[in-house]
């Protein structure tokens, strides 16, 4: 008798956590960012299995898993980054969505005597064109860095390395010379605008319509913000809205 009241335990706590298993990881399309491989493909029977796997041999960093149904072939997953490859062949892939899914998320905080700012960002520099860029922070809720005051300026410069050109999300695209942010699409002011360009920046008409932070081997001397062909492929920070996290 007691050795049934025990079974019957087992069996329902295995279907608890199976429940729970499948209501976190949803199936997920794969746009931009990829899942970053935790260990060797393994062989299981079915896609719980898979996901049992992932959540017992790596507790703390399983944020999802690729299972193919065919060939019952499981790779289990930390997060998402633009870092990794996509493979096709590896069947569908599972994925717990939280902010911690992120690995290359972090937060960020800069300080003087008198104000502090905070940013949760990632800093990538793998080149992409600006509309690739942004689409990749989308893709991770996020979007491209802001900068509406000094010291969160100061912030993206400290984020950022000298040595590359990394865009800021600030373009007019929309608008030919009304340049606006990234986050939520309001127009920069006067003050900052002032301080991110120099004069005669921003000078790109309909040919240039999104802002880079030039490096320190960019012909554009003595500049710190230019408008370029959104074209180009260079790095850029991602950021989370702090009211999200
Ligand atoms: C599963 O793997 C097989 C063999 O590699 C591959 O042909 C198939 O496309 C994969 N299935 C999916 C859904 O990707
Ligand atoms: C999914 O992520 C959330 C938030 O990080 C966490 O609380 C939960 O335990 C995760 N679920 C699994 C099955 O890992
Ligand atoms: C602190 O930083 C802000 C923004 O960069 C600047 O305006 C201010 O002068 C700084 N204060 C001190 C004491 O450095
Ligand atoms: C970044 O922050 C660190 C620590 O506050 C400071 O020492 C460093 O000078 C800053 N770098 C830039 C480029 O602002
Ligand atoms: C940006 O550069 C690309 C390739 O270098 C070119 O084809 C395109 O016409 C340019 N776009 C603009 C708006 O000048």
Redesign the pocket.
């Known amino acids: 008798m007691a050795l049934l009241v025990l079974i019957y335990l087992f069996v329902f706590v295995c279907a608890t956590l199976s429940q729970e298993t499948y209501m976190t990881f949803v199936k997920h399309t794969l746009r931009w960012a990829w899942p970053t491989l935790l260990g060797p493909a393994r062989s299981v029977r079915s896609r719980l299995d898979c996901a049992i796997h992932c959540l017992q041999s790596f507790p703390s960093s399983c944020h999802g898993y690729l299972y193919n149904e065919s060939t019952k072939i499981c790779k289990p997953s930390s997060g998402l980054s633009p870092y990794s490859s996509p493979e096709p062949s590896d069947g569908d892939f599972y994925f717990n969505d939280s902010q911690s899914s992120y690995p290359d998320f972090r937060h960020h905080t800069l300080l003087n005597e008198t104000q502090s700012v905070s940013a949760y960002a990632g800093y990538f520099t793998k080149p992409l064109t600006y509309t690739e860029a942004q689409a990749t922070c989308q893709s991770m809720h996020s979007h491209l860095f802001v900068a509406k005051s000094v010291i969160k300026y100061f912030l993206f410069l400290n984020i950022t390395t000298k040595e590359y050109s990394d865009w800021i999300g600030l373009d007019d695209l929309a608008n030919e010379g009304r340049f606006v942010w990234a986050d939520d699409g309001q127009e920069i002011d006067v003050y900052m605008k002032s301080y991110l360009f120099v004069s005669p920046q921003p000078d790109g008409q ?2 240039e319509n999104c802002v880079y932070k030039t490096s320190i081997h960019d012909t554009v001397k003595a500049l710190t913000f230019n408008d370029a ?1 959104c ?1 180009l492929t260079f790095s850029y920070v991602c950021e989370v809205d702090l009211s999200l996290i």
Request: without cysteine.
């Open positions: 309909r040919n062909n074209s």
